[in-house]
Structure formats: structure tokens, C-alpha cells
């Protein structure tokens, strides 16, 4: 491989890093720093001060220079950092001043993609890098950081060595019949299987907090036209994204911002109120407001609590326990929130109605995005739709479609040689279906995994990381 460089933290900025890796990192390094002693007899993992060079070897800044020799460097190949300062002109003539002496620009994830080549990282953790960069809560980065220390590589381990016991020994018997090997039988395949499927499918379990850890939950706000669904955008982002006025269908296009509830990321959109109009602009906002509910893994439906239970409000609530229903017929979790509780208080609050037309009395909540009573008590509700579970079991969640997908496919081939096993298929045609989902594991990890999935893989990625 070739020497690589790229600036990792650039400004501007009080400090600026340009990270260096490759075979001939000490050497062009050393061509560019100059300290009290050359670059390459240095002591590894030091900070050391001295002038940092520009390609006509003039001096262009003064920083700190620091090597790692490969046997215990992030990449696995001699590896330098300098700490200069941030200045995006200085940074990049540092850069500059690198390729002159022999480095060239890597390219997105290149360094931590030669940390997967060298075996300092399965792929887990290499997303796990990419999910702590991008981590937008202290939950999402806790558990990016645990599978960064090898959280869900430690929990797929058992898996693996179990179905490589039972092939193993299966193959060493046909391979060398006058050794006196113990052959794996019938009910100790089995048993293998079983235990590997019950643990992918525990496994397979953790996906859904994985996902809302990592990317959130989108969560459709809607309910009739001046219910409040604006004002409650604006009172959980904690300032004004959308526009609120007295005047009906205000809303007429979805309004996205993303808010921390209770410690779960939600991806709020505001929709245009729900209702029957002629206005083709508007008619073109409800349309979306009902795509937005549709694609929402929670909605919060809102409900104007200024509006009185009686006979000459029938109207109004006919459309709201019409929406009542569609909204509880998503089969999706959803909570309701009655709005301008400042106004009414809370006897206004119409369980009835909830528990007539949605049977989900338990979902309610009074809320005044006013005065701000009654948003902790959405926070908890959102936390107990959403729990963060065990601090424990951070960095053992399956967090993204590539890694669901591979568990599954190994699921099913153990499922699939278990059926086989169970309707008296010998154990070696049963054991195609334990290789299969040992090829799967292997696709996860990185031991198996195609050329193109590891490019895609570190495609995400920014340079210099």
C-alpha cells in the first residue's frame, strides 16, 4: 500500500489535525516536521513540538507531531498526526507540503477501511465508527462507542464457534477416518442449531432499538386544523420553525425538525391540518400530511382543547373521532395530546371520547405549548414507547439494514437444517444449512463479506477518517 493523507479536523478552528498512514509515513513525515530530533526516532505515541514545513521546506507553522509505529496504531500501518492550528489555508498547505513528499490524498474511510484490511476492526466496528461520528444523542454514541470496543462482534462470537464446532468435527471425520475423532451425532447438531437460532433470533430482537437509536424516530404530528400542532413543533424544538397564526390551515406543507423527547431522537413532522377543502394548495398539504402519517413510526395526534363537548360543536367532533379511528387503525404507536390546556385546564380532557372511539385511554396527555405543562409528561410517555433498555447491553444491537439482513439469512438457514434434521435428513446434508449461515455471520463481521459490500461500507464515511 501507499502512504495516505487527509486533514481530519479542519477549521477554521483553534486546532487543526492532518492524519498520515502507510508504509512510508516516517519518512515523508520527517520531511516536513523538523524538531530536535528526526521524525522517525522519535518516541512513538508522543506529542513533540517543533516547525512544521511547507513544500519549499520554509517553516509554516509551529504544532505538534506525534508517530505510531504499526504494531499498535489505528490502522495497522505506521501512522503520524499533526496538531496544528486550524486555519483551513495552513491545513491545507500542510497537506500539500505531505503530497510533495511522497503521501497522496485518501479517500473517504480510507483509514479505518485499512484498520478493517489489516484485522484491527471487523466491519462492525467500522460502522460503529461511522455511527459515532454521526451519533446525534449521548444513548446513540454510548452504544457506537460499546460496538466499537467489539460489543455485538462479542455477542456473535459464541454463535460462530458453536456451528464451527459441529462442521468442523463433521469434516475432520470424513477427511481422516483412521483418526479416532468423535463424531458430532444427530441430537448434538440439533442442539447446535437450535441454540444458534435462539440466539440470532434474541439477536434479530434488538433491531428496532437499534434503528431508533440510530436514526431516530419519525413521528407524524397531526389532528384538525388549529388544533395546536404547530405551536407543540415549536414548544418541543424550543423556538419558532413554524409559522402559528389564529387563522385555519395555516400548516400547508410538512414542517421537518428533529427534537430530543424523553432521550429519543424524533424526527418531527408537522403536517397541514386534516380536513376536506377546496383550496388546491391546501388539498395538496393534506395529501401530504396523510403520505407523512402513513410512513411515521409514531403519531402524535393533537386535539384542540378550547373546543367544548357540546351539541353545537358536533361537527368538529365527529371529525375528530373520525380521525380518532384512522389514526388507531395504523396499528402504529401513537399518543394524543390535548393542546392549550393554559386555556382550559384539564377538564377538558375528554377521556371518553378516547376510550370510545380508540380504546387507548392510557395514550392521553394535557399539554400547554404556552406555558410548557405538561411536556415532561410527553417526555415520559415517548420514553416508555421507546425505552433505552440496559446500559449493559450497549453496542449488542443490530443498528443498520445490512447487518438485519445478514442475522436473518442465517436464521433461516439454521431454521431451514433444523426442519431438514427433524424430518431425517442425514447430518451432512443439514450441515449446508450451518455453513450457509456461518457464510451469512461472516458477511456481518467481514470475514466473508463481498468487495463491493466493504467499498459501500466505507463510502459513507468523510475523508480523513
Request: glycine content about 10%; aromatic content about 4%; hydrophobic content about 40%.
Amino acid at each position: 500500500m501507499d502512504t495516505i493523507a487527509a486533514i481530519a479536523a479542519g477549521g477554521p478552528s483553534a486546532i487543526g489535525v492532518v492524519r498520515v498512514s502507510g508504509p512510508d509515513c516516517f519518512a515523508v513525515c520527517g520531511r516536513v516536521f523538523r524538531a530536535a530530533r528526526p521524525f522517525g526516532e522519535q518516541e512513538a505515541r508522543r506529542m513533540v513540538l517543533g516547525e512544521i514545513l511547507d513544500r519549499e521546506g520554509r517553516c509554516l507553522d509551529r504544532g505538534l507531531a506525534v508517530r505510531f509505529p504499526g504494531s499498535r496504531s489505528y490502522t495497522g500501518e505506521d501512522s503520524a498526526e499533526f496538531h496544528c492550528h486550524g486555519s483551513p489555508v495552513v491545513l491545507r498547505e500542510v497537506l500539500a507540503a505531505l503530497f510533495a513528499a511522497g503521501a497522496r490524498q485518501a479517500g473517504p474511510g480510507e483509514f479505518t477501511k485499512r484498520a478493517f484490511l489489516n484485522g484491527r476492526l471487523d466491519l462492525t466496528q467500522a460502522e460503529a465508527v461511522i455511527d459515532l461520528i454521526d451519533a446525534e444523542t449521548a444513548a446513540a454514541a454510548r452504544n457506537a462507542a460499546a460496538q466499537l470496543d467489539g460489543g455485538l462482534r462479542r455477542r456473535l462470537e459464541p454463535i460462530q464457534e458453536a456451528l464451527l464446532d459441529v462442521t468442523s468435527r463433521f469434516y475432520a471425520v470424513v477427511d481422516y477416518p483412521d483418526e479416532d475423532i468423535e463424531d458430532a451425532g444427530p441430537e448434538e447438531i440439533a442442539a447446535a442449531l437450535r441454540g444458534a437460532e435462539e440466539a440470532l433470533t434474541a439477536l434479530l430482537d434488538t433491531c428496532q432499538r437499534g434503528k431508533v437509536l440510530k436514526r431516530g424516530v419519525r413521528t407524524a404530528i397531526v389532528g384538525l386544523p388549529n388544533a395546536g400542532k404547530s405551536s407543540l413543533l415549536n414548544a418541543l424544538a424550543g423556538y419558532e420553525r413554524a409559522i402559528v397564526t389564529d387563522v385555519p390551515g395555516t400548516t400547508r406543507d410538512t414542517v421537518e425538525e428533529s427534537v430530543l423527547c424523553g432521550g429519543v431522537l424524533l424526527r418531527l413532522v408537522d403536517t397541514a391540518g386534516l380536513r376536506e377543502t377546496e383550496d388546491q394548495v391546501e388539498k395538496l398539504g393534506v395529501e401530504r400530511s396523510r403520505r407523512a402519517m402513513e410512513e411515521a413510526e409514531l403519531i402524535l395526534l393533537v386535539r384542540d382543547g378550547a373546543v367544548e363537548v357540546c351539541p353545537e360543536n358536533k361537527a368538529h367532533w365527529e371529525a375528530e373521532a373520525a380521525l380518532l379511528n384512522q389514526v388507531a387503525r395504523t396499528g402504529k404507536p401513537w399518543l394524543c395530546v390535548e393542546s392549550k390546556c393554559d386555556l382550559t385546564g384539564p377538564h377538558a380532557f375528554s377521556i371518553g371520547l378516547i376510550e370510545k372511539h380508540a380504546n387507548n385511554p392510557a395514550a392521553c396527555l394535557c399539554v400547554s405549548s404556552v406555558t410548557g405543562d405538561g411536556l415532561d409528561k410527553l417526555e415520559e410517555a415517548v420514553a416508555a414507547l421507546f425505552p433505552a433498555g440496559d446500559p449493559g447491553e450497549a453496542g449488542s444491537f443490530l443498528t443498520d439494514q445490512r447487518q438485519e439482513d445478514a442475522a436473518r439469512r442465517a436464521r433461516d438457514a439454521l431454521r431451514r437444517g433444523r426442519a431438514a434434521l427433524e424430518g431425517g435428513l442425514t447430518p451432512d446434508a443439514v450441515l449446508t444449512d450451518a455453513e450457509e449461515a456461518l457464510d451469512a455471520l461472516g458477511e456481518l463481521t467481514g470475514r466473508t463479506a463481498k468487495e463491493e459490500i466493504v467499498e459501500r461500507i466505507f463510502s459513507r464515511f468523510c475523508v480523513g477518517k
